[in-house]
């Protein structure tokens, strides 16, 4: 059985900042009773948590969170209570079965090979 988490993240007034905050849970309903008072409080603009899985780093071999594609974004309405829109976004971005990963031959840099 998977063991899902959840990342989140609060994001600033000024987008072009930081996360005001952000967290790793276990409990999606506890995790966005959490975030909804900022919200309201207009401690951040909006909040994104996606849903991820735990998994071995295959380069160095640490513990790493794959997104499963399950997102919640966050945001106050017009009468400034927070609500939540669930949207679905693929982990991978190219979702072309023949493609393969290689590492590339610079540094940081890889490639897709069909």
Known sequence: MLSRMYLWDLVGQDTSERSVYSGLGDDLAA???AVEPLLVQRAGF???IVEVVPR???FHLG?????TGREWLGRRDVHGAAYWEACYRP??????PDA??????????GAIAS
């Open 63 to 67: 513990a790493v969170h794959v997104p």
């Open 31 to 33: 995790i966005t009773r």
């Open 56 to 58: 071995l780093s295959v």
């Open 91 to 96: 982990a991978d971005p190219d979702p072309d």
């Open 100 to 109: 393969a990963y290689s590492l590339g031959t610079g540094h940081g840099t």
């Open 46 to 48: 909006a909040a994104r």
